[in-house]
């Protein structure tokens, strides 16, 4: 069972546009929010992470917010760039273990 | 500074024939995590662990599958008479320490493709 549901399965968005992407979950053990960018054929990479406590966290034109009364996270992705194009995996940590959602191909068209 | 590298990055293997996936962590990282990756799915964690220790293999198939981390060498991931339902990427990743703290973060390597005809 998917342990982090993430959506939506795929997103198209112009260049300079918005990326939002959604992840849920449940078990309130997780201590850790980590979002991974992965390109064809390499390993995913961290992209941007948040502690439960905070309720937002900006790296440049990505951005995180975390609502945790709801147990939902979302990344946004501002001025979207063609190089953005890259599939996006939200995660959850307990102790050692990632609990990945199923991933977002985000496409920027030029 | 080579970070985490795993060998090799395709694989092609017949039914029944064994797997034997390798992976070096980035320098001075003692901890090695394997994950596999199905299409279209995100990763699962298989096992964990450190130099001649297996500390959570609780991902992992009971049959079949088998990991290590020798005091010498690379950690080793290897699949015995694979099945066509292993076709997966393997992905590697290491990091120092665990952090009590909660932020582990996790180097990956780009990964082992096994197709299995």
């Known amino acids: 069972q998917q342990q982090v549901k993430q959506s939506p399965q795929s997103l198209i968005v112009q260049k300079g546009g918005i990326s939002i992407i959604n992840c849920a979950y449940e078990n309130t053990a997780f201590d850790y929010f980590p979002w991974y960018q992965q390109f064809p054929g390499k390993g995913p990479a961290l992209l941007i992470a948040?502690?439960?406590?905070?309720s937002e966290k900006k790296e440049g034109r990505f951005t995180i917010s975390f609502n945790k009364s709801a147990k939902q996270f979302s990344l946004h992705i501002m001025d979207s760039q063609p190089g953005d194009s890259a599939t996006y995996f939200c995660?959850?940590?307990?102790?050692?273990?990632?609990?990945f959602g199923a991933g977002t191909t985000v496409t920027v068209r030029a | 500074n080579a970070g985490v590298m795993q060998n090799p990055r395709h694989l092609v293997r017949r039914r029944g024939q064994e797997a034997r996936l390798r992976c070096s962590p980035m320098k001075g990282h003692s901890h090695v995590y394997w994950y596999r990756q199905l299409p279209e799915e995100g990763l699962k964690f298989m096992v964990y662990l450190q130099k001649e220790n297996i500390i959570d293999e609780s991902g992992m198939p009971k049959e079949r599958f088998s990991a290590e981390f020798p005091k010498e060498g690379p950690s080793i991931l290897r699949i015995q008479q694979v099945v066509r339902g292993d076709s997966a990427a393997y992905f590697c990743?290491?990091?120092?320490?665990?952090?009590?703290?909660?932020?582990?973060?996790?180097?990956f390597g780009a990964g082992s493709r096994l197709t299995v005809l």
């Open positions: 990743a290491s990091s120092p320490s665990w952090d009590a703290s909660g932020a582990n973060v996790l180097t």
């Open positions: 948040i502690r439960p406590d905070v």
């Open positions: 995660a959850a940590i307990t102790d050692y273990k990632l609990s």
